[in-house]
């Protein structure tokens, strides 16, 4: 509480933190893929593992994202928008056509689903990782 006014700023700073790490962390990821599958995977494994990283503290962050209103909902609409203009250009390389712009959307909601399950698990290792990436792909 020293460099924040209170609990919400500290808060905001954390999502902020957290939001940059993962953009960071898919941006590296698919730099050294040289195909859209490949890079999907690389995309998919480095938000699993960022998300696995940050544990139970990312369904607080996800929740509040879906808060309206909130900073973070203002975070993730950006995070929202730049996947999806990712996955919409990917998409289109690979079909040759776009694709309506919700179903990226669903995508990335979907994701992040699918790897709120990994706070469940009592460990999260390669098994665990590997299996939500199967069911995205699928």
Do not use: H
Not at 9 to 34: H, L, P, R, T
Not at 50 to 77: C, D, F, H, K, Y
Not at 98 to 123: H, T, W
Request: with cysteine.
């Amino acid at each position: 509480y020293k460099f924040f006014a209170n609990r919400d700023e500290v808060f905001d700073a954390i999502a902020e933190s957290q939001a940059f790490s993962v953009i960071q962390s898919m941006k590296g990821a698919i730099a050294m893929a040289a195909d859209p599958l490949e890079r999907l995977d690389k995309a998919l494994d480095a938000y699993l593992r960022w998300r696995a990283a940050i544990g139970p503290v990312g369904t607080v962050l996800i929740a509040e994202a879906m808060r309206p209103g909130s900073n973070a909902s203002q975070q993730r609409q950006a995070i929202l928008d730049a996947v999806t203009s990712w996955f919409a250009s990917e998409a289109r390389e690979v079909l040759g056509e776009d694709a309506d712009p919700l179903l990226y959307v669903g995508i990335v909601s979907a994701l992040e689903r699918v790897s709120s399950d990994l706070d469940r698990q009592a460990r999260v290792g390669e098994k665990e990782i590997q299996r939500c990436k199967r069911v995205m792909f699928q």
